[in-house]
T-cell receptor, first 118, second 114 residues
Framework: AQKITQTQPGMFVQEKEAVTLDCTYD???????LFWYKQPSSGEMIFLIY??????QNATEGRYSLNFQKARKSANLVISASQLGDSAMYFC???????????????FGQGTRLTINP | EPEVTQTPSHQVTQMGQEVILRCVPI?????FYWYRQILGQKVEFLVS????????KSEIFDDQFSVERPDGSNFTLKIRSTKLEDSAMYFC????????????FGPGTRLTVL
C-alpha cells in the first residue's frame, strides 16, 4: 500500500529565506510519480512540481525544486527566496504507475502548514 | 489557460437529502477523479473514471455515491442520502492521456450537511 508521510505539521520561516518541506514515501512499485500541491486559505489545490521515479535530475519549477533522494524514499520540496504569498498548506502526493496509463489515484500526505513571517 | 470548474462552490443540505456536485473537466482530458477533504485533514481519493466507467474507487465510495458523465462536458458526483460525516470539500480533477498524468484540480465544492 502506498503511504506518504509529512512530518512537519507547521513551519514558520522569515520572508526571503529558503524553506524545505519534508516528504517521505513508501511504495513497492519501481515506477511512480511524486507531486507537490499548494493549498492557500481559499481552498483550491495548485500543482507546483512533479518528479518521476526514473527522472535522472531533480525537478525544478521557478522558485520550487524537489530534492529527490530515491534510496531514502524522500521527495522534499525546497522553496527559495520565500514570499508572503507562499503562506499556505503544502501537500505531497504520490501516484504509482503499475504499467497502466491514465486514471490512477493520488495518495496525499497530511500536509505542512507554512507561514512566512515578514 | 484551461481549467477545471466546479459548481456550486458551497452547498448546504439536510441530512438524508440527495446532492449532486458538478464538474466540468478540461476539454481534452480523458481521466476524471473525485477527491474529498474533511476540514483540517488530508485529501482522500474517492473515485476515478475513464471511458464512461469507474476505473477505481476507494472504500469511502460506497453505495451512497455514484458518478456520471451525462454529456460530453460534465462529470457529476451524486450522494444519495447525505450523512453528517459527508461534510467536506469535494474536489474534481482531470488529467490527459500522457505519461505524466498531472492532475488538474477544480476549486472545490464545500458540502455542509446539517
Amino acid at each position: 500500500a502506498q503511504k506518504i508521510t509529512q512530518t512537519q505539521p507547521g513551519m514558520f520561516v522569515q520572508e526571503k529565506e529558503a524553506v524545505t518541506l519534508d516528504c517521505t514515501y513508501d511504495t513497492s512499485d519501481p515506477s511512480y510519480g511524486l507531486f507537490w500541491y499548494k493549498q492557500p486559505s481559499s481552498g483550491e489545490m495548485i500543482f507546483l512540481i512533479y518528479q518521476g521515479s526514473y527522472d535522472q535530475q531533480n525537478a525544478t519549477e521557478g522558485r520550487y525544486s524537489l530534492n529527490f533522494q530515491k534510496a531514502r524514499k524522500s521527495a522534499n520540496l525546497v522553496i527559495s527566496a520565500s514570499q508572503l504569498g507562499d503562506s499556505a498548506m503544502y501537500f505531497c502526493a504520490m501516484r504509482e504507475m503499475d504499467g497502466i496509463q491514465g486514471a490512477q489515484k493520488l495518495v496525499f500526505g497530511q500536509g505542512t502548514r507554512l507561514t512566512i513571517n515578514p | 489557460e484551461p481549467e477545471v470548474t466546479q459548481t456550486p462552490s458551497h452547498q448546504v443540505t439536510q441530512m438524508g437529502q440527495e446532492v449532486i456536485l458538478r464538474c466540468v473537466p478540461i476539454s481534452n482530458h480523458l481521466y476524471f477523479y473525485w477527491y474529498r477533504q474533511i476540514l483540517g485533514q488530508k485529501v482522500e481519493f474517492l473515485v476515478s473514471f475513464y471511458n464512461n466507467e469507474i476505473s477505481e474507487k476507494s472504500e469511502i465510495f460506497d453505495d451512497q455515491f455514484s458518478v456520471e458523465r451525462p454529456d460530453g462536458s460534465n462529470f457529476t458526483l451524486k450522494i444519495r442520502s447525505t450523512k453528517l460525516e459527508d461534510s467536506a470539500m469535494y474536489f474534481c480533477a482531470s488529467s490527459e492521456a500522457k505519461s505524466r498524468n498531472e492532475q488538474f484540480f477544480g476549486p472545490g465544492t464545500r458540502l455542509t450537511v446539517l
